[in-house]
């Protein structure tokens, strides 16, 4: 009979204190699913594109042969290592291709003609997003990259004008576009450098092999075996890819044996995958601290409420572990039901929502979004051991009290006096009620801590958030507004002729240009680590600086550029560890086995992409040759989209220049795609908020449930309600305060650790935040707080006056 | 017209479809500087005539007056304000704010009033001169009362409502709290309300009007009350 008493009473407990438990439960709830949330979202990402590469049967490996194309005999030589799966042979080309009346910079690439998705030698498959896949060859589909979205359409034709492979391989040149397509090549729509026009590619047209006659293959792609079996971003993947890459070199020594690592795509979704794994051990520790503290208030008040109870039972001659086992089992349920549904709503809310965001970068395959047995053991333990060893303790404190003590009610709290009445003028001249709110707000410690961490880390969040914005758009300003003071580039075919100086001269909207050369290339430094970089070589040394601000970023000391000058840009120096003085190697695309020496002699300021610019004496000594310049920098007054178009039509008629880049196009298309990190920063909000007002509401809830009789015995004494509101908000208002100056240093330190981390490969992220940022994080902490302060506004005023003559509980 | 009226009052608590009069058509009057008692068992309704009157909660019918104006007419805003400047209240178990000292406990009060007696001189009238600057945690419970007293005089309010302002005390520390309340009547003319249910303390009142069952059953005019160190109980 014992034994069902005991279960009605828990049964009871549950019901009466039903909001309290929904405060733990909701507590969990957000901990849980922001902790679980966020660590599925890199998991989910890789297994969602490891299956996509699976299916697509994509590459690992990919040959290229600097002394000459490929035949098919040497595709099956290949083909024949044990190491190798598949083989595929195929053609591709930088291009300049005129499609709707303009030209772009296009890649040109070839697929099987009999492309039988059960082929396993059709590497790279393509899917068909819009229209049909070409019959005849003189059909083409396309990827367009984010530099021209939407300006090719089904139907237009694209017409090769001048590829880089010698266009008597061509069968065919002109092209009807019959569909678009995607594949995991060119997963990212920055579809990679190019070695002509403006160095960018815009699109990529997959025409069929019969294209290229002759049986000669620019490059080959290779299946390894084994690899396919497992997750093409373990470990596992990593090794046996690894190992056939070298024994590939080692019977081919004169390939270049490239693995997926040399593919931008696939570098820039695995440096983002990666780079949430980062950004979700970071915040989510915030909300585990918060949820934790928060759970430890509210059992302890649970605690103390039943102090009569636990009495009454000790009294009895119940156990202590019988008695704990109560509040530690509603602690538990109201923990573990708040946790599962917070990791089943994080699991789906987190990946879709920043999977959407990175949408604008990547063209994606669907999104599965898997189950994570491992992140939700951890995630509901941590939660658990966090909230039990809270109630534990509560529970300890209380049931070490003698029971006798225990059925009389707790000695209220001695009244105490604050530091800041030793600093006598100014207490004296604080007004009386601000007196009050100084002692109850330092009276409880635990509440005050409470409450100002949990503040600090909304504000904290709301700080990265907004400063993760503004760091990432000041890279864009910083690039095109500080460091390139040119306002367009436009490729010139081969070498200078004196009609198109005589343009240049005559345009009156050009007001200065200098000819350089830009080339990509790879960049290796003494111990032979490489990175990507393009070389500019400027045609007259003393006029790069007029186009070009080369100084040190934060001294803002000018670095001197002569003819024997080569300098390196900052994120380059410091991936390769380079300084003045650092000897480098580097080789380009088409011919990585040569490798050329250079010697630094600055580090420049620098935000996107990485450049080496090299003087023409410093150029000749390590290339053996005068630069040939492919490209103008230009300045120009007023560069309105009008002036723009005017210009551009202009040089394309002069016959000089088949492409021109204007650095607004640039700006724009940039801005587009860092349209995705905005999501991410609404996430961070929002969890703010709800971080914000859970901890604030709990906390100023118990508060008031702590001190109805003494909110009731105001009431009793007229205060009208603004009055007694003031009298606890006031509390509140000081400890929201505290928190949000807490809160800048908090955000300000974490701040420095997320930019790092999620700084993309080709950015430098400089660490801004503005003014009005901190205007804005401090304005929705404060509207945070006020909100509460209205929520529980109704909770005062619904405490009855006949509170204040009930005998003390 | 006496200083207070109560003029066929009742209440009435609906919980669901049960009714429950508390004070039923209760009528009786209190002259200005008198020290009554209300009197009656527990559940007989001095609670609900301590609310009505204290303006706490509103008659369900009937008048109640105090010093010519009409309580029972009183809005919500106006109660509260009546409250503040009309009524200083003492309660059974003092009700003292834990974290302000015995002197500012007296101030809080007195700051939102129109014509405040100074805290300190109140304080010392009660016998606390030197302990007003002690936390209610470090007071005996007699000195704890004391002080929430001079924190109702201290409001110069019109009526003093007291609630079983001697019922968490021990008998010695009682009357000596009791001989605060009479002298407040008899040497500053200051009306003293005090609800009980110890027959022995209606000897000190001059008027004992007794509850019973939400009725009136009686008042009874004492020409001679008792002083309260004579009372016994």
């Known amino acids: 009979m014992r034994g069902r008493a005991y279960i009605k009473d828990i049964r009871r407990t549950f019901i009466k204190s039903f909001s309290r438990f929904i405060s733990v439960f909701f507590m969990a709830m957000l901990g849980a699913g922001v902790y679980a949330g966020l660590g599925a979202v890199s998991p989910n990402m890789k297994n969602s594109v490891s299956a996509y590469y699976g299916q697509q049967?994509?590459?690992?490996?990919?040959?290229?042969?600097?002394?000459?194309?490929?035949?098919?005999?040497?595709?099956?030589?290949?083909?024949?290592?044990?190491?190798?799966?598949?083989?595929?042979?195929?053609?591709?080309?930088?291009?300049?291709?005129?499609?709707?009346?303009?030209?772009?910079?296009?890649?040109?690439?070839?697929?099987?003609?009999?492309?039988?998705?059960?082929?396993?030698?059709y590497l790279n498959r393509l899917e068909l997003v819009e229209g049909r896949m070409p019959q005849g060859s003189n059909e083409c589909v396309v990827i367009t990259g984010s530099l021209i979205p939407n300006k090719i359409h089904p139907g237009d034709s694209v017409l090769v004008k001048e590829p880089r492979l010698n266009k008597a391989l061509f069968a065919e040149t002109a092209f009807t576009v019959v569909g678009f397509v995607k594949t995991p090549q060119y997963m990212s729509y920055m579809l990679g450098a190019a070695g002509i026009g403006s160095g960018q590619v815009d699109c990529v047209v997959f025409v069929r092999a019969s294209v290229f006659p002759a049986p000669l293959y620019t490059e080959l792609f290779v299946r390894v075996k084994g690899a396919g079996s497992a997750n093409q971003f373990s470990k596992a993947y990593k090794n046996t890819v690894a190992a056939a890459l070298e024994e590939i070199r080692t019977a081919f020594p004169a390939y270049v044996v490239l693995d997926r690592d040399a593919l931008e795509s696939h570098v820039e979704f695995t440096d983002a995958a990666n780079n949430m794994k980062s950004v979700a051990t970071v915040f989510p520790l915030i909300f585990f601290l918060v949820a934790a503290l928060v759970s430890l208030t509210t059992m302890t008040r649970m605690i103390d409420e039943e102090r009569l109870s636990i009495g009454a039972y000790r009294s009895l001659g119940y156990?202590?572990?019988?008695?704990?086992?109560?509040?530690?089992?509603?602690?538990?349920?109201?923990?573990?039901?708040?946790?599962?549904?917070?990791?089943?709503?994080?699991?789906?809310?987190?990946?879709?929502?920043?999977?959407?965001?990175?949408?604008?970068?990547?063209?994606?395959?669907?999104?599965?979004?898997?189950?994570?047995?491992?992140?939700?053991?951890l995630t509901a333990a941590l939660m658990l051991f966090f909230t039990l060893s809270a109630t534990v303790y509560a529970c300890a404190r209380t049931l070490r009290e003698r029971p006798a003590l225990l059925l009389q009610p707790k000695s209220p709290q001695v009244g105490r006096r604050v530091f800041l009445e030793r600093i006598k003028p100014f207490w004296r001249r604080l007004p009386f009620s601000y007196k009050i709110t100084a002692r109850n707000t330092f009276l409880n410690k635990k509440r005050f801590f409470m409450t100002v961490i949990g503040?600090?880390?909304?504000?904290?969040?709301?700080?990265?958030?907004?400063?993760?914005?503004?760091?990432?758009?000041?890279?864009?300003?910083?690039?095109?507004?500080?460091?390139?003071?040119?306002?367009?580039?436009?490729?010139?075919?081969?070498?200078?002729?004196?009609?198109?100086?005589?343009?240049?001269?005559?345009?009156?909207?050009?007001?200065?240009?200098?000819?350089?050369?830009?080339?990509?290339?790879?960049?290796?430094?003494?111990?032979?680590?490489?990175?990507?970089?393009?070389?500019?070589?400027?045609?007259?040394?003393?006029?790069?600086?007029?186009?070009?601000?080369?100084?040190?970023?934060k001294s803002k000391k000018p670095i001197a550029f002569g003819s024997n000058s080569v300098v390196v840009t900052e994120k380059l120096a410091r991936e390769l560890s380079l300084r003045v003085g650092s000897e480098i190697r580097v080789n380009f695309l088409e011919d990585a086995a040569a490798a050329y020496p250079l010697t630094v002699t600055g580090v420049t300021e620098n935000y996107v992409l990485e450049y080496v610019y090299v003087g023409s004496s410093a150029y000749v000594a390590a290339f053996g040759a005068a630069p040939e310049y492919n490209q103008v920098l230009l300045k120009m007054n007023g560069a309105s989209e009008e002036q723009r178009r005017a210009l551009s039509e202009?040089?394309?008629a002069s016959g000089a220049v088949p492409s021109v880049a204007f650095n607004a196009d640039t700006v724009k298309r940039f801005s587009n795609s860092f349209k995705s990190l905005d999501s991410i920063v609404y996430v961070l909000i929002v969890s703010a908020a709800l971080l914000a007002v859970v901890v604030l509401y709990n906390l100023t809830n118990i508060n008031i449930v702590?001190?109805?009789?003494?909110?009731?015995?105001?009431?009793?004494?007229?205060?009208?309600?603004?009055?007694?509101?003031?009298?606890?908000?006031?509390?509140?208002?000081?400890?929201?305060?505290?928190?949000?100056?807490?809160?800048i240093f908090l955000g300000l330190g974490l701040f420095g650790f997320v930019v790092t981390t999620i700084e993309l490969?080709?950015?430098?992220?400089?660490?801004?935040?503005?003014?009005?940022?901190?205007?804005?994080?401090?304005?929705?902490?404060?509207?945070?707080?006020?909100?509460?302060?209205?929520?529980?506004?109704?909770?005062?005023?619904?405490?009855?006056?006949?509170e204040s003559l009930k005998s003390v509980e | 017209m006496a200083f207070v009226e109560f003029k066929d009052v009742s209440k009435i608590y609906k919980t669901g479809s049960?009714?429950?009069?508390?004070?039923?058509?209760?009528?009786?009057?209190?002259?200005?500087?008198?020290?009554?008692?209300?009197?009656?068992?527990?559940?007989?309704?001095?609670?609900?005539?301590?609310?009505?009157?204290?303006?706490?909660?509103?008659?369900?019918?009937?008048?109640?007056?105090?010093?010519?104006?009409?309580?029972?007419?009183?809005?919500?805003?106006?109660?509260?304000?009546?409250?503040?400047?009309?009524?200083?209240?003492?309660?059974?178990?003092?009700?003292?704010?834990?974290?302000?000292?015995?002197?500012?406990?007296?101030?809080?009060?007195?700051?939102?009033?129109?014509?405040?007696?100074?805290?300190?001189?109140?304080?010392?009238?009660?016998?606390?001169?030197?302990?007003?600057?002690?936390?209610?945690?470090?007071?005996?419970?007699?000195?704890?009362?004391?002080?929430?007293?001079?924190?109702?005089?201290?409001?110069?309010?019109?009526?003093?409502?007291?609630?079983?302002?001697?019922?968490?005390?021990?008998?010695?520390?009682?009357?000596?709290?009791?001989?605060?309340?009479?002298?407040?009547?008899?040497?500053?003319?200051?009306?003293?309300?005090?609800?009980?249910?110890?027959?022995?303390?209606?000897?000190?009142?001059?008027?004992?009007?007794?509850?019973?069952?939400?009725?009136?059953v009686g008042v009874t005019i004492n020409a001679r009350p008792l002083d309260a160190g004579e009372v016994e109980w």
Not at chain 1, 707 to 723: D, P
Not at chain 1, 763 to 792: D, E, M, Q, W
Not at chain 2, 113 to 141: I, W, Y
Not at chain 2, 159 to 169: N, R, V
């Open chain 1, 706 to 743: 702590e001190r109805k009789r003494e909110i009731a015995t105001l009431k009793v004494l007229g205060f009208y309600a603004r009055e007694t509101n003031m009298y606890v908000f006031r509390e509140t208002l000081i400890l929201t305060l505290l928190g949000i100056i807490a809160g």
């Open chain 1, 319 to 377: 156990g202590s572990v019988k008695i704990a086992l109560k509040y530690i089992l509603y602690a538990f349920l109201a923990t573990i039901a708040g946790a599962l549904i917070g990791i089943g709503i994080g699991f789906e809310l987190f990946t879709r929502v920043i999977w959407g965001a990175y949408g604008i970068v990547f063209n994606f395959p669907a999104l599965s979004v898997g189950f994570y047995p491992g992140i939700l053991t």
């Open chain 1, 761 to 802: 490969k080709v950015v430098l992220i400089a660490h801004i935040i503005k003014p009005l940022s901190y205007v804005f994080s401090f304005g929705l902490t404060a509207v945070f707080s006020v909100l509460v302060a209205l929520l529980i506004s109704g909770k005062i005023k619904g405490i009855d006056m006949v």
């Open chain 2, 18 to 216: 049960v009714e429950c009069r508390a004070v039923n058509g209760a009528s009786f009057e209190i002259e200005k500087g008198e020290l009554a008692v209300i009197m009656g068992q527990s559940g007989a309704g001095k609670t609900t005539l301590l609310n009505l009157l204290g303006g706490m909660d509103k008659a369900s019918g009937g008048r109640i007056f105090l010093d010519g104006a009409e309580i029972s007419g009183y809005s919500r805003r106006d109660l509260t304000r009546y409250r503040r400047l009309d009524i200083g209240f003492v309660f059974q178990f003092y009700n003292l704010i834990q974290n302000l000292t015995a002197l500012e406990n007296v101030e809080l009060a007195a700051q939102i009033c129109k014509t405040p007696l100074d805290a300190k001189t109140v304080l010392q009238e009660v016998g606390l001169a030197d302990r007003m600057h002690n936390f209610p945690a470090q007071l005996s419970g007699g000195e704890q009362q004391r002080v929430a007293i001079a924190r109702a005089v201290a409001k110069n309010p019109k009526l003093l409502l007291c609630d079983e302002p001697t019922g968490a005390l021990d008998y010695k520390t009682g009357k000596t709290v009791l001989a605060l309340l009479q002298a407040e009547s008899k040497q500053n003319g200051r009306t003293v309300v005090i609800i009980t249910h110890n027959q022995e303390i209606s000897k000190v009142a001059g008027r004992v009007i007794k509850i019973d069952s939400g009725r009136i």
């Open chain 1, 455 to 553: 503040v600090a880390g909304c504000m904290a969040l709301l700080l990265i958030g907004f400063g993760l914005k503004d760091s990432i758009n000041a890279v864009l300003m910083n690039q095109f507004e500080q460091v390139f003071r040119y306002d367009a580039t436009a490729a010139v075919g081969g070498t200078v002729t004196g009609g198109l100086q005589a343009t240049l001269d005559d345009a009156s909207r050009i007001t200065d240009y200098a000819f350089v050369l830009k080339k990509a290339l790879n960049v290796e430094n003494e111990k032979g680590e490489p990175y990507d970089a393009f070389l500019v070589a400027p045609k007259t040394d003393g006029a790069l600086r007029d186009f070009i601000v080369l100084q040190e970023r």
């Open chain 1, 57 to 121: 049967n994509f590459m690992d490996l990919r040959i290229l042969s600097p002394a000459g194309p490929f035949t098919r005999a040497d595709a099956d030589a290949v083909a024949a290592l044990d190491c190798v799966e598949s083989v595929m042979a195929s053609v591709s080309t930088e291009a300049i291709c005129a499609a709707a009346d303009k030209d772009y910079v296009a890649r040109v690439q070839t697929f099987p003609d009999e492309a039988d998705a059960g082929d396993k030698n």
């Open chain 1, 650 to 652: 202009k040089l394309f």
